[in-house]
C-alpha cells in the first residue's frame, strides 16, 4: 500500500483578509471572535499533536502597519496569536501569507517584491521561518519574486474537478464549489512538483465556512470527505492538503470545532499506524532538497 501524506494549512488574516471589501461585520468578527477561535484551534492541534502550516500576514506582527486602520488595532496587529503558535506543543510552521495580503496577480514586479522583502524581513526579525508562502486570494504571480527572497513552497490552486469549473466563471466556480462540499465526493489527493526554483503544492479540500447557503453543509458529509480524501492519498502516495481560515469558524463554531476534532483525531490515528504522513508545507522542500544532495553524491 502506498505511503500518503496530510498537510494543513491554514491562512491566518484577521482584518487583513478583507481590507478591501471591509464591512463592520468583519471589523467586529475579527476583533471579537478571531482570538477565542485561534485559542481553541491551537488546542485541538495540541490535544492530537498533529502539526500545520499556519501562513501569517505578516502585518500582524508590525505595528505600525495597524496605524490609521478601521476599528480597534486588535483588527490588524496579533503579536499575541503568534505567540500562542511559537510556544504550542505541536511543532507548527509559520508560513508567509504576503505583508500585507496583496493580490499578486494585480501589482508589479516592484510590488510584489516590495511586500515579499517587507514579510522576510518582519520573519526574520520575530526568529520565524520563511519557507512556505500561501498567495492570498489565490492570486498567483511573480513565482521569481518569491524564489528571489528566499522562499521554497508555495501552494494557491485547488485540485479536481471544481478547479476546472473555476474556469467557466466566478459564478460557475462558486456554484461548483458549494456542489462539491455538498456531496461526499473524494478529494482529489494534490502532488508536490518542482516549479522552476519552488515546489508547488496544490489544494485537495477546504473547511468551508457555515454562513449563509454555506450553513446546508452537514458536517458528516464534510467528515466523510475528509476522511475519502486521506484514504484516496494513502492508496495513491499523494498529498491530501486540507486548509482553512480561523474565519471559517466564525458562525457555527462549536460545529465546526467539533468537525476539526474528528478530522484531526482520524489523522492522527492514522499516522499512529504508520498510515500516513503528517507534513507542513515547509517539509516538502526539506525532502526535496535531501533528495538533491543524495543525487549529487551519487555522482560523485
Request: glycine letters at 8%; charged letters at 20%; aromatic letters at 8%.
Amino acid at each position: 500500500m502506498a505511503h500518503g501524506k496530510l498537510t494543513i494549512s491554514i491562512d491566518l488574516e484577521l482584518a487583513w483578509g478583507a481590507w478591501d471589501t471591509l464591512t463592520a461585520e468583519h471589523i467586529q468578527l475579527a476583533e471579537t471572535a478571531e482570538r477565542p477561535i485561534c485559542a481553541a484551534l491551537i488546542a485541538l492541534f495540541d490535544r492530537y499533536q498533529v502539526r500545520a502550516t499556519w501562513a501569517m500576514v505578516a502585518a500582524l506582527l508590525d505595528e505600525r502597519s495597524a496605524s490609521s486602520r478601521p476599528g480597534s488595532k486588535s483588527c490588524w496587529y496579533a503579536p499575541d496569536i503568534i505567540e500562542q503558535l511559537v510556544h504550542a506543543k505541536a511543532t507548527h510552521e509559520i508560513g508567509s501569507h504576503s505583508g500585507r495580503h496583496i493580490y499578486f496577480d494585480e501589482v508589479s514586479a516592484s510590488q510584489a517584491r516590495a511586500d515579499l522583502e517587507f514579510a522576510r524581513d518582519v520573519h526574520k526579525s520575530n526568529d520565524l521561518p520563511f519557507s512556505s508562502f500561501v498567495f492570498p486570494r489565490g492570486a498567483g504571480g511573480h513565482l521569481d519574486q518569491l524564489a528571489r527572497v528566499g522562499l521554497r513552497t508555495f501552494n494557491y490552486a485547488d485540485v479536481g474537478w471544481t478547479a476546472a469549473a473555476a474556469r467557466a466563471g466566478r459564478h460557475g466556480a462558486r456554484i461548483a464549489n458549494l456542489m462539491d462540499k455538498v456531496l461526499p465526493v473524494p478529494p482529489h489527493p494534490a502532488r508536490a512538483r518542482q516549479c522552476g526554483d519552488l515546489i508547488e503544492l496544490d489544494r485537495s479540500m477546504l473547511l468551508m465556512g457555515r454562513n449563509g447557503v454555506r450553513r446546508f453543509v452537514l458536517p458528516q458529509v464534510t467528515r466523510a470527505k475528509f476522511r475519502l480524501g486521506l484514504a484516496r492519498a494513502r492508496r495513491t502516495g499523494g498529498t491530501f492538503h486540507f486548509w482553512f481560515h480561523p474565519s471559517n469558524f466564525y458562525y457555527r463554531r462549536d460545529e465546526q470545532l467539533a468537525t476539526l476534532a474528528w478530522c484531526l483525531e482520524h489523522a492522527a490515528e492514522e499516522a499512529g499506524r504508520g498510515r500516513i504522513e503528517i507534513c507542513t508545507m515547509g517539509d516538502y522542500a526539506a525532502g526535496a532538497s535531501s533528495t538533491t544532495a543524495s543525487v549529487r553524491q551519487a555522482v560523485q
